[in-house]
C-alpha cells in the first residue's frame, strides 16, 4: 500500500471519528437541551405555585383587615349613634326636669302631691312614727299634707300613726335661673326608727325612676322598634 492510499485510508478513519465525535456531541447538546428546558419548566412552575401561595397568603390578610377595619368602623358608628341617642334622651329628661320645677307653683295641686307621697311612704315604712323632711319653703304645706295623710293612713289601715314634719333639717331649695346649687324640686323624703329606714319619695327621685323606665318606650317612640338594629345590618 503506497502512501496515497495510506493517506486516504487515515483521512477516512479520522472523518469517521469527527463524525462520531460531532454525533455524540449534538446528542449531548440535544440531552442537555431537553434537560434545561425539563428543569426550568420545573423550577418556573414551582416558583409560580409559591408566588401563587403567597399572593393568596396576602389576599386572605388583605380580607381580615378589611374586615378588621369594617367592624371598627362599625364600632365607632354605634358608639357615635349611642352617644347622639343619649344625650337626645338627657335633653328629654332636661326638658322634664325644668317642668318639674314648675309643679310647686300651683300651691293647691302640689299639696295634694305631697299628700299623696306622704302616704306613699307611710304605707311603704309601715312604722308608728315617721318623720318627713321637704324644703324650707314647702313647711306650711308639709304640715297640712303630713296631717291629712295621717289620717287617711289612719283611717285606711286602722292604726296610729304620728307623722312630724322636721323644722331643723330641709332638702335643697327649688330651681331657679340663676342658681346654681343643689336644687330640688319638690316633695318628701320620710325616715322611721330615727332615720335607719328611709323613703325617698322626692319630685326628682320619682322622675328618675320613670326615665329609667320608660327609656325603652321613650327610644321606641324616637327611633322605632328595630331602627338601631336595621342600621347596622
Do not use: W
Amino acid at each position: 500500500m503506497d502512501d496515497t492510499q495510506v493517506n486516504a485510508q487515515l483521512d477516512q478513519m479520522k472523518n469517521f471519528i469527527l463524525q462520531e465525535a460531532q454525533d455524540k456531541a449534538n446528542e449531548i447538546k440535544t440531552k442537555a437541551t431537553q434537560e434545561f428546558t425539563s428543569e426550568k419548566g420545573r423550577i418556573f412552575q414551582s416558583e409560580k405555585i409559591k408566588i401563587i401561595k403567597e399572593y393568596e397568603k396576602k389576599q386572605k390578610l388583605i380580607e381580615v383587615q378589611k374586615k378588621i377595619n369594617l367592624s371598627n368602623e362599625l364600632n365607632k358608628s354605634r358608639l357615635s349613634v349611642l352617644k347622639v341617642r343619649d344625650e337626645c334622651l338627657r335633653e328629654i329628661i332636661k326638658e322634664a326636669q325644668k317642668k318639674l320645677a314648675t309643679v310647686s307653683d300651683d300651691k293647691g295641686s302640689y299639696q295634694t302631691i305631697l299628700k299623696g307621697l306622704i302616704i306613699q311612704g307611710l304605707h311603704k315604712l309601715n312604722e308608728a312614727k315617721i318623720v318627713v323632711v321637704g324644703r324650707k319653703e314647702d313647711v306650711p304645706l308639709l304640715e297640712k299634707a303630713s296631717s291629712e295623710a295621717a289620717a287617711e293612713y289612719k283611717s285606711s289601715t286602722h292604726k296610729s300613726i304620728e307623722v312630724i314634719v322636721d323644722k331643723e333639717r330641709f332638702l335643697p331649695q327649688g330651681p331657679k335661673p340663676d342658681y346654681n346649687g343643689p336644687a330640688c324640686s319638690g316633695g318628701v323624703i320620710l325616715s322611721a326608727l330615727e332615720g335607719r329606714i328611709i323613703c325617698k319619695n322626692t319630685l326628682d327621685a320619682r322622675l328618675e325612676i320613670c326615665f329609667e323606665q320608660l327609656t325603652p318606650v321613650i327610644r321606641t317612640l324616637l327611633y322605632g322598634p328595630s331602627a338601631s338594629r336595621k342600621f347596622f345590618e
